[in-house]
């Protein structure tokens, strides 16, 4: 088992690598970039205060000053009226006076000494922004998941026993439609009834905690973290509790009807001693093992509507953000950390299986 982890690990740095340089690749292909950001952000500045001024419409604003050449707006789409040594300077700041070899070279070695480089657009370097927001996205994704868990497994476990009972019928109708509705779908359903959105007020509309968090006492901070946490959880639980309840009621039927849950109860033993002393190690198999991978699901995709409906500065919405500004140093800086925290989470996915049925030996096949 230790030559299989040992081989898991070295194939880490050549994945993340394989998976930086694609990303790469797309983002060089793709239309705009944070130079245009800028260009943009200064243009509609000035159009709106000349606008105000003279009266002059964004043609007007946007001539080229006279004795000012056209060779930045050949490369830059809306530099037109910018300084050319502005755009270079920019352009060195950023490092795209490199070519796409050297800047990726560049970014490779940085990360490998988890140098992730600093935001375009923020004063702070990226590992200070994935650790400012970390908190709230790991607040959704632990608490989302470990309700998840504790619904399903019983409910799982429920309808396998119950299986074709009236009870059995009721609660799959329940998951079905649960399943069918999206987690944002049901976020804003929810923001409607409970958030002011047009019925009841009972639950804040957005952020963490109160503007007055810090002079509550701890149980009243324990009460509005969970008060505000509520909306945003329940979207995530109902969109992710389906497949995990029928994966169980699938997973116990199967060990059910097999020969040593017979003999088992023809030694007499109980129905509880049958189905959690013998069946549930081997159902929960799946089940348990899935647990790091459901987690940085959770962490990581799941939550990124979820944040930014309820306003939550989360992962997600840093990565959103960042997305629709061209922050790219934020694009792939937490790229890479989430790459890389999902190869290790896989890695330990497997010695979960390991671990919870040591016939399973993943050294004996090829990697």
């Known amino acids: 088992m230790l030559g299989y982890i040992v081989r898991r690990l070295l194939l880490i740095p050549l994945t993340l690598l394989g998976i930086i340089a694609v990303n790469f690749v797309f983002v060089q292909l793709a239309p705009g ?22 009266g002059t419409g964004a043609a007007e604003t946007a001539r080229p000053a006279p004795g000012q050449g056209s060779s930045a707006a ?13 755009i270079a300077n920019l352009e060195k700041q950023m490092g795209f006076d490199k070519p796409p070899l050297e800047r990726f070279w560049r970014m490779v070695t940085s990360y490998a000494r988890f140098d992730l480089g600093k935001s ?29 868990y504790l619904i399903s497994i019983p409910l799982g476990v429920r309808k396998a026993v119950r299986d074709g009972s009236r009870f059995d019928v009721a609660s799959s109708w329940a998951i079905i439609v649960g399943h069918a509705i999206p ?15 047009r019925y009841l007020h009972w639950f804040p509309l957005r952020g963490l905690t109160s ?28 969109g992710g509790f389906a497949s995990l309840t029928m994966l169980t009621k699938n997973a ?63 992962i997600g919405l840093l990565g959103f953000e960042a997305a629709m500004n061209r922050d790219y ?19 330990i996915s497997d010695l979960t299986y390991h671990f919870v049925d040591p016939r399973i030996d993943f050294a004996a096949r090829e990697v």
């Not at 943009?40 to 159009?47: F, K, P």
């Not at 050949?74 to 502005?86: M, V």
Request: charged share 15%; proline share 4%; net charge negative.
């Open 33 to 54: 970039g944070p130079i245009e950001q800028i260009m943009a952000r200064i243009e509609g500045r000035t159009t709106e205060a000349t606008a105000r001024i003279s």
């Open 74 to 86: 050949s490369k830059y789409r809306g530099a037109q009226g910018l300084d050319p040594e502005f």
């Open 120 to 148: 375009y657009f923020r004063d702070a370097s990226v590992v200070d922004l994935i650790l400012e927001k970390l908190p709230v996205s790991a607040s959704l994704g632990i608490w989302s998941t470990l309700i998840i």
């Open 183 to 197: 987690g944002f779908l049901f976020a804003i359903l929810l923001i409607i009834v409970f958030a002011g959105g």
């Open 211 to 238: 503007d007055n968090w810090e002079a509550l006492s701890w149980p009243a901070r324990i009460l509005d973290y969970a008060w505000h946490m509520a909306l945003p959880v329940t979207a995530l639980v109902i």
């Open 252 to 314: 116990f039927l199967e060990e059910i009807n097999k020969q040593y849950v017979l003999t088992a109860r023809a030694k007499g033993l109980t129905e509880h001693r049958v189905l959690y002393g013998h069946v549930f190690r081997n159902a929960m198999l799946v089940v348990i093992a899935g647990f790091p991978a459901a987690l940085i699901g959770m962490l990581f995709t799941g939550s990124v509507l979820i944040e930014v409906i309820f306003s939550l500065d989360g």
């Open 329 to 347: 140093p934020v694009m792939f800086g937490t790229l890479y950390a989430f790459s890389l925290l999902g190869l290790v989470l896989g890695l």
